[in-house]
């Protein structure tokens, strides 16, 4: 339910106490922040038929509101994905805690010692919907990395996440962490959401996940800073010397494996000269799975069954069975469209031609930029960072899939014995 007034006096509580807690978290150990963590894989397994049954009044409610295939999707829980995240868990114990890094460091001359080290951010505020992994992901890489967390997960996903939190705080308090570590402000709906984005006395930074309206309010809105994780608005280009097999393939499994995800394909760029050897097998591989290929006109001269495609197809994250199609007379052509309607998020070429490649991996301003593979791999777990915070198409502190040190900050510590400057 969400408050028709906001309580300024609550909210403000759970954020001082997720900032108390943040203090706590800095300074635990590596062993007491693992054995939360593995409680709480623990409890996604005990608990999973609890979250399965608030997940299915979720979808019920999410599928009466009339939402899209893919939000529903990405708002899906079942026996097989709550066990992949309790296993996502368990990897980011292995993972290599950065708390205490040293990233750099030297004596002067005159024998003062300074060292850089990595230190928690403090408390992370996280804005998304309908995708409550997200809950679990975030949280975990946030605890892990020394940092309380508060989360704003969306009405969609309301029922899900109340089990999720309670999973989370349980078994940070049976370890002897504080609960208060994790906090949420779903139930003051979007008053509850825009005091978040404006919380700079608690919060240290805001990381929006979601579609592009959400993130730009969030950029908007925001008072404390924000690591911007943005849309998916993905490329593939087919330069001339494309093999047929990996272009079926790889346009494909980036296409279709799960076309709800930020990472799916959204746009296919041929070149002309490979145009009537690779679209016929290309689109009949993805008009089999159901795809609806949105094309221009030189694609449809060769495919008239495909719907004519536009400038709003071409700039838009579909997150959907759909594909926008074109063809292009060269590589330079096929950058250009790249950098007029790419989110900077991944892009990819399939190629036999090394110049080409190396030409795309150095010219496309992308936080992941790919050859001849699937652009399905930008993903936190496929990068080997267990979960992942979001995917950062900014520039600033951190970009692409966002793990463990991008949760970090860095301190100084200098070191003397009486120096003073002269």
């Known amino acids: 339910m969400e408050h028709s007034d906001l309580d300024v006096t609550v909210i403000d509580a759970r954020l001082a106490a997720a900032k108390q807690a943040s203090y706590r978290l800095a300074q635990a150990t590596t062993a007491e922040k693992d054995a939360?963590?593995?409680?709480?894989?623990e409890l996604l397994r005990?608990?999973?038929?609890?979250?399965?049954?608030?997940?299915?009044?979720?979808?019920?409610a999410g599928r009466e509101a009339g939402l899209a295939a893919g939000l529903l999707d990405r708002l899906t829980l079942d026996e097989r994905r709550v066990g992949a995240l309790a296993d996502a868990v368990l990897e980011v114990i292995g993972l290599t805690d950065p708390v205490g890094e040293t990233v750099s460091g030297r004596s002067l001359p005159n024998g003062v010692r300074i060292d850089q080290v990595r230190v928690p951010l403090g408390v992370v505020g996280a804005i998304y919907e309908a995708r409550p992994n997200v809950t679990v992901d975030i949280a975990v890489l946030a605890l892990k990395s020394g940092n309380a967390v508060v989360l704003r997960g969306g009405t969609a996903a309301e029922q899900t996440n109340r089990v999720l939190l309670?999973?989370?705080?349980?078994?940070?308090?049976?370890?002897?962490?504080?609960?208060?570590?994790?906090?949420?402000v779903d139930d003051f709906g979007r008053?509850?959401?825009?005091?978040?984005?404006?919380?700079?006395?608690?919060v240290d930074v805001l990381i929006p996940r979601g579609s592009a309206g959400l993130i730009r309010a969030v950029v908007d809105e925001a008072k404390v800073p924000v690591i911007e994780t943005g849309a998916g608005v993905v490329h593939m280009y087919l330069d001339a010397s494309a093999r047929e097999d990996w272009a079926v393939e790889l346009v494909h499994n980036a296409k279709v494996q799960r076309p709800s995800v930020c990472n799916a394909l959204e746009t296919l760029l041929v070149h002309r000269d490979a145009a009537e050897r690779l679209l016929p097998t290309v689109i009949d591989r993805l008009e089999a799975s159901g795809v609806t290929v949105h094309a221009d006109e030189r694609v449809r001269a060769l495919r008239p069954e495909t719907v004519p495609v536009t400038d709003e197809d071409w700039a838009t994250e579909h997150m959907s069975l759909d594909l926008s199609v074109g063809i292009v007379d060269s590589m330079d052509a096929a950058l250009e469209h790249i950098r007029r309607f790419s989110t900077k998020h991944t892009e990819s070429i399939i190629t036999n031609d090394l110049a080409n490649a190396?030409?795309?991996?150095?010219?496309?301003?992308?936080?992941?930029?790919?050859?001849?593979?699937?652009?399905?791999?930008?993903?936190g777990a496929e990068f080997g960072f267990g979960a992942e915070v979001g995917i950062s198409t900014?520039?600033?502190?951190?970009?692409?899939?966002?793990?463990?040190?991008?949760?970090?900050?860095?301190?100084?510590l200098v070191r003397g014995a009486g120096h003073v400057r002269t």
């Open 36 to 41: 939360a963590l593995e409680r709480i894989a």
């Open 46 to 60: 005990e608990r999973s038929d609890d979250i399965i049954a608030a997940n299915r009044l979720d979808l019920e």
């Open 166 to 184: 309670g999973v989370l705080r349980d078994a940070l308090d049976s370890v002897g962490l504080p609960a208060d570590a994790v906090q949420t």
């Open 191 to 202: 008053a509850g959401a825009r005091h978040l984005m404006q919380a700079r006395d608690y």
């Open 358 to 379: 190396e030409r795309f991996l150095n010219e496309v301003d992308a936080a992941a930029v790919m050859v001849n593979a699937s652009t399905r791999f930008t993903d």
């Open 394 to 412: 900014q520039k600033l502190h951190a970009r692409g899939p966002m793990g463990l040190p991008e949760l970090t900050s860095t301190k100084w």
